[in-house]
């Protein structure tokens, strides 16, 4: 028995004991799903390995980004409405676009 510090009595202790393994508890180890197994299996998808593969790929997503700056250009023109238009407002929406493709440029 101890006794208690703050009081000079014996206090009574308690012991707990767990058993390492339990049947009721205890469970193999657990096993990966086969879709998992199976995923982890698959080799790898080949990275370009050559210098001309790279620059390709490089080309192929520069013709990419050119052709979809020029979709989103030709989409921002203004269709001319009116012949009273004045070329200060067109000079503000080219500026204006330049700016949305150069922030569009930065992002990417």
């Known amino acids: 028995m101890m006794e208690s510090p703050e ?5 009574a202790g308690i012991a707990m004991e767990f058993p390492a393994s ?8 657990p096993t990966m799903p ?3 197994r199976r995923r982890l299996s698959e080799p790898k998808a080949a990275a ?6 790279i620059e390709a790929k490089l080309r192929e997503a520069d013709l990419r980004r050119q052709k979809f700056y020029e979709n989103l250009s030709s989409k921002a023109r203004p269709k001319p409405r009116s012949p ?4 200060s ?4 929406l ?3 676009l330049e700016a949305k493709l150069l922030a569009a440029e ?3």
């Open 7 to 11: 009081r000079g009595r014996p206090v």
């Open 22 to 29: 339990d049947g009721a508890l205890s469970c193999s180890p």
């Open 34 to 36: 086969t879709w998992l």
């Open 48 to 53: 370009p390995s050559t210098v001309e593969e």
């Open 84 to 87: 009273s238009r004045s070329s």
């Open 89 to 92: 407002h067109e000079d503000d």
């Open 94 to 96: 080219g500026q204006r």
């Open 106 to 108: 930065e992002k990417r």
